[in-house]
């Protein structure tokens, strides 16, 4: 006889792995369009949803009309020649973005389970796949805005916030099947996470305006002159370049308050020593940009941890905040699981 609880768990574990893969995939389509925004290939692909007018784009200036830059002089390339690296990497980034689709779609699907007994994650699973089309058409926004610097940014935010709404959704249903130890004042060390996080998010918020400098001052001086990048960046690298040390220390002191009132074992405990070895490899690559002329390949894999540590401090707050968070019933009859 078929046993309804273990077919129930096995759902839920096949929902949180799905969600989790197509966070994953997310993070990887921010680190693609990282690399996109880098190395200056966003405008790879002159059009949107084609490429120089193909589905699938060129691999060579033979396989476009003779007047190809005067076709498309209104997106910058008057004086620009094709290239192929450029363009293929803008259109991988695009079918990137359609495999994420593909995926947050899925995860939907696989959420409709929960739509009687947990609306919301079915919910929020609907609204990520709503707003994964939006990204879609703000993808086309930033292509016929040729590249303007803070529709890119709310690009990224967006990508941000649905990363979020998954990672609630995961956490959601895996709450159930753990339980969080007696931790003593427990609100102060609330509070403490609670700081920790919002000085992560203002840190990635200051991030975006110096990436944003950086576009603007690598199109006035140009690429010979990278050296002279950073000395040109103005006040917002200098406050995010020092914000830095105060995000870690806020991370590191909350950290040492948790392991002093709880032994170092269980899911929180982890989560919160790889945001510390995430925001170290982070200032390390940061301090590598400003005194390297902010190498190419170190710029995406920059933001990309620091918006992985971003939802892993979510993630954090999440589960331990679970009985305020999470509906109650959810949690009826767990008599074990996992400490956190």
């Known amino acids: 006889m078929i046993n309804s609880n273990n077919l129930t768990n096995t759902s839920d574990r096949l929902f949180r792995r799905l969600a989790l893969l197509t966070v994953v995939v997310i993070y990887l389509l921010i680190l693609v369009g990282g690399i996109v925004r880098s190395t200056g290939s966003g405008m790879g692909c002159p059009d949107w949803p084609k490429c120089f007018g193909q589905w699938v784009p060129p691999t060579d200036v033979s396989q476009l009309p003779p007047n190809y830059q005067e076709i498309y002089s209104h997106r910058g390339y008057a004086n620009t020649s094709f290239n192929v690296v450029k363009t293929w990497t803008e259109y991988l980034n695009r079918l990137l973005g359609v495999f994420t689709g593909f995926f947050i779609f899925l995860t939907f699907l696989a959420s409709l389970r929960y739509r009687k007994h947990d609306f919301p994650v079915t919910a929020l699973s609907f609204l990520a796949f709503i707003l994964v089309g939006v990204q879609g058409w703000l993808g086309a926004v930033v292509v016929s805005s040729v590249l303007t610097p803070w529709i890119i940014t709310l690009h990224m935010l967006l990508a941000i916030v649905i990363v979020g709404m998954l990672l609630y959704v995961t956490a959601r249903t895996y709450a159930a099947h753990v339980q969080i130890a007696t931790i003593q004042n427990k609100a102060n060390l609330n509070r403490w996470l609670a700081i920790s996080t919002l000085l992560l998010l203002a840190q990635v918020l200051l991030g975006t305006q110096v990436r944003e400098a950086v576009d603007h001052i690598g199109g006035q001086i140009g690429e010979q002159a990278r050296q002279l990048w950073v000395e040109n960046l103005g006040l917002s690298f200098y406050i995010h370049r020092s914000f830095s040390l105060l995000v870690f220390g806020a991370q590191l002191y909350w950290l040492i308050k948790f392991k002093t009132q709880k032994t170092n074992t269980g899911v929180i405990a982890l989560l919160a020593n790889w945001v ?65």
């Open 276 to 340: 510390i070895v995430l925001l170290g490899v982070e200032i390390i690559t940061g301090a590598i940009m400003a005194y390297f002329a902010i190498p190419t390949f170190l710029q995406p894999v920059h933001l990309t941890l620091a918006i992985v540590a971003l939802g892993i401090q979510f993630v954090l707050l999440l589960l331990l905040n679970k009985e305020y968070l999470f509906p109650a019933r959810r949690y009826a009859g767990v008599k074990s699981g996992e400490a956190v």
